[in-house]
């Protein structure tokens, strides 16, 4: 069974850019997380996506959007790029969405830099 | 609101070292899971572990072990034999219960470097 798999798995912007990164989960997975993961910082909470409704937001601003298709791949989005943005972007997937319930198998993870 | 801490940041041990990494959680919810993952350096997290609130029975598995206790609040994670191949960041993640979905909390991390 395929993993998790995240295009790009490296990227360079501008700051003011936008950049648009996608997340391919799991087989029947339904639920897919975003999280961002800086030195500062730490693993924070983007979103959530399951059955293409976005079901929890972290605290990050309104740049920061993502959506879900129905093929459960999901896709976030971020404009105006500054250059705290950098950093590593990963995508978890899991088979349902019960609190924890679930195991949650993450991706290769996006790096961007921001320049 | 949902907190874990990972005070060691960084852990120094020789191969065949014991070596435990302490996580200790904030939550109010009365149902939650705890977990701990491991990232090498490639950035992949990789999934070592899920414990539910109400079951606070200590797991092993392999050199792995986990001390689940409530009264303290504490989940620890305890390597034994250590081997070079275990270096890598270790987290350890809170979830809530069902209203939180899948949404991890995850503590600063602990990089342990294990050398030969």
């Known amino acids: 069974k395929a993993g998790v798999t995240q295009t790009p798995r490296y990227l360079i912007k501008t700051r003011g850019q936008q950049v648009t990164l996608s997340c391919s989960p799991i087989s029947g997975h339904r639920s897919v997380s975003w999280y961002q993961q800086t030195p500062g910082q730490g693993l924070q909470f983007l979103f959530e996506?399951?059955?293409?409704?976005?079901?929890n937001k972290g605290n990050f601003p309104g740049r920061f959007s993502g959506r879900q298709f129905s093929n459960s791949r999901s896709e976030m989005n971020v404009s105006t790029l500054e250059l705290g943005d950098s950093a590593l972007y990963l995508c978890?997937?899991?088979?349902?969405?019960?609190?924890?319930?679930?195991?949650?198998?993450f991706g290769p993870g996006t790096r961007l830099t921001v320049t | 609101a949902q907190k874990v801490t990972q005070a060691q940041t960084e852990i120094s041990v020789v191969e065949k070292e014991d070596v435990t990494l302490d996580c200790v959680y904030e939550t109010r919810d009365t149902t939650y899971y705890l977990f701990w993952y491991k990232q090498p350096p490639s950035g992949e997290l990789v999934f070592l572990i899920r414990?539910?609130?109400?079951?606070?029975q200590n797991e092993i598995s392999g050199r792995y072990s986990w001390n689940f206790q409530k009264s303290t609040s504490s989940f620890n994670f305890t390597i034994t034999a250590s081997q070079v191949v275990d270096s890598a960041v270790y987290f350890c993640?809170?979830?809530?219960?069902?209203?939180?979905?899948?949404?991890?909390?995850f503590g600063g991390g602990t990089r342990l470097m294990v050398k030969p």
């Open positions: 414990r539910n609130s109400f079951d606070e």
């Open positions: 978890a997937s899991s088979a349902g969405l019960a609190g924890g319930l679930y195991e949650q198998y």
């Open positions: 996506y399951f059955s293409e409704t976005q079901r």
């Open positions: 993640a809170l979830s809530g219960g069902n209203n939180a979905g899948n949404m991890l909390t």
